[in-house]
Nanobody
Framework: QVQLVESGGGLVQPGGSLRLSCAAS????????MGWYRQAPGKQRELVAV???????NYADSVKGRFTISRDNAKNTVYLQMNNLKPEDTAVYYC????????WGQGTQVTVSS
């Protein structure tokens, strides 16, 4: 069993920054990738950024150049640095760990509003 605990969400003004963290614990073996998805009200969950074990990254076009995903392997933690936030970034952000099974965090709310 794997547990994912997210932190770092909140309310920020347009143009501001936030950093999300996701710490993984439990029976962690053969992790293929960790990443972030988000779901806005009335919309489907969508990929934001993923980081594979080999160091490859994949970003949604809407966040390229503004968001950066990184990982601390020693802490089994993945981060999402979000800069120049826009109102359309408002959503619940979910951490994802992909191994033999895909695990999800409980989600953290990010609200971008003036």
């Amino acid at each position: 069993q794997v547990q994912l605990v997210e932190s770092g969400g909140g309310l920020v003004q347009p143009g501001g920054s936030l950093r999300l963290s996701c710490a993984a614990s439990g029976s962690i073996f053969n992790i293929y990738a960790m990443g972030w998805y988000r779901q806005a009200p009335g919309k489907q969950r969508e990929l934001v950024a993923v980081l594979t074990n080999s160091g490859g990254t994949n970003y949604a076009d809407s966040v390229k150049g503004r968001f950066t995903i990184s990982r601390d392997n020693a802490k089994n933690t993945v981060y999402l640095q979000m800069n120049n936030l826009k109102p359309e970034d408002t959503a619940v952000y979910y951490c994802m760990l992909s191994g033999a099974v895909v695990y999800w965090g409980q989600g953290t709310q990010v609200t971008v509003s003036s």
